[in-house]
């Protein structure tokens, strides 16, 4: 009854400041995306605080702007915003094919909602509501608390043991707020990569700031160190160095950033635990070579439409030979969950998309902000070539504020981040 009750006044209090400031809401919600993990039931219908959320901040928006909002803003007529139209409404085609012809349909039609449909509703929400560089400084600020937050918790979780779930107690790798220690370095490698390249790119940050930063910088590396996460650990020094080789900065600045970065990838190459995840000698890396030798038997018979949504643990069983490890929901590497839960037109959509992406960023490489994205992008990509960095309900909406903002890179009141003062 109080947990019902506490629900209720918080969403309330949600809706009531979307109404009253709706660009602080949205820039609240940016901070809020781990709170899928409060689940609950709306009569027969199960649902999160992220969802719900969503919701709300998608009923005010719509009560408050035409339905052919973009069609009337000039920056959604040009040829490059046609071209971002039109690969998302074939993501989204696929994805609703996808759940055509799933397994299980009810099951699908949740991954439907959850990792498209409300993603891109948040990134169509932001790209309407955020036209200053401000606003999408604030959306990072927000983002970056939310990160801490959870940081600071796995710390403190480390020496507590508090809420460890017992599979990973003798290992002691956190798991923060989240169920599995890998969900501690998918949600905070982009973030942290984001952190080091807006301090290697903006000189003129003020003490107090610059120091804030560096110590968040700091807690995020610590508990992806604490998560064992090494894949977050190798990826991030691997895209900040591809960022700051594209980025043109100082030559010194450039030199001395470049060398730090690949001493500290030696360093964590020269690790044990991590040299062996990375050839992927350990247990899970076996695991993962055997689990993609049958992902692509598997799709030798289904190659046009893979498992469907939600389908690849049932579809996959019948090519399971190894018993020495159990069926995961996705096969660990982001081409091939691509491949499997979209089929061909899922994976034709994600390679357009990620074309786009690259295009529009290249072409502001001179802009911060365009390098605080890349790092980003490139951090999941890596990260993604042995996990899942998407198909999880606060990825997926971390990726669509991302390409929110990568979008937003071609307006023209959209320059740097303004984090100097």
């Known amino acids: 009854m109080l947990y019902s009750l506490a629900l209720t006044i918080i969403l309330a209090a949600f809706a009531y400041l979307s109404w009253r400031n709706f660009r602080a809401a949205l820039i609240l919600f940016c901070g809020l995306l781990p709170t899928y993990l409060i689940r609950f039931s709306i009569g027969p219908y199960p649902s999160t605080m992220l969802e719900t959320l969503t919701i709300i901040l998608f009923i005010i928006w719509l009560s408050r702007h035409s339905y052919l909002v973009f069609w009337q803003d000039k920056n959604f007529l040009s040829t490059n915003a046609k071209r971002w139209q039109l690969a998302f409404l074939f993501l989204l085609a696929s994805a609703f094919f996808a759940a055509a012809h799933a397994p299980n349909v009810f099951a699908a039609l949740g991954i439907l909602k959850a990792y498209y449909l409300e993603p891109l509703i948040i990134g169509a929400i932001t790209l309407s509501t955020f036209k200053k560089p401000a606003d999408w400084a604030a959306a990072f600020f927000s983002l970056s608390v939310s990160a801490v937050l959870i940081s600071i918790f796995g710390i403190f979780q480390y020496f507590t043991a508090l809420g460890l779930p017992t599979a990973w107690l003798a290992e ?10 890998n969900a501690v370095g ?30 968040s910088t ?52 020269s690790l044990p635990s991590i040299k062996s995840k990375i050839l992927l000698t350990d247990l899970s890396g076996t695991a993962r070579t055997q689990m993609w ?129």
């Open 186 to 215: 998918l949600f905070l490698a982009p973030i942290l990569s984001m952190l080091i390249v807006v301090l290697a790119t903006h000189k003129q940050l003020s003490s107090k700031l610059k120091l804030s930063l560096i110590s």
């Open 293 to 421: 030798h049958e992902t692509l038997t598997m799709l030798r018979d289904h190659p046009i439409f893979g498992a469907g949504l939600s389908g690849f643990p049932t579809v996959i069983s019948p090519y399971h030979d190894a018993s020495y490890f159990e069926i995961f929901q996705y096969p660990h590497n982001i081409f091939l969950n691509i491949w499997v839960e979209l089929g061909l037109p899922g994976l034709l959509a994600f390679f357009i998309i990620s074309l786009l992406t690259l295009k529009t960023l290249w072409q502001h490489r001179q802009n911060p902000k365009a390098l605080i994205l890349l790092a980003a992008f490139l951090t999941i990509v890596i990260h993604g070539l042995v996990d899942v960095p998407f198909f999880k309900n606060d990825l997926a909406m971390l990726t669509a504020l991302l390409l929110a903002a990568t979008i937003s890179l071609n307006s023209q009141q959209s320059h740097t981040l303004p984090l100097a003062s």
């Open 218 to 269: 700091i807690l995020i590396l610590i508990a992806i160190i604490l998560a064992k996460t090494e894949a977050a650990l190798v990826a991030v020094p691997i895209a900040l160095l591809i960022t700051l080789l594209i980025g043109k900065a100082h030559r010194t600045t450039k030199l001395v950033s470049v060398t730090l970065i690949i001493l500290a990838l030696i360093g964590a190459l």
């Open 172 to 181: 002691r790798r956190i798991t923060s707020v989240f169920d599995f220690p």
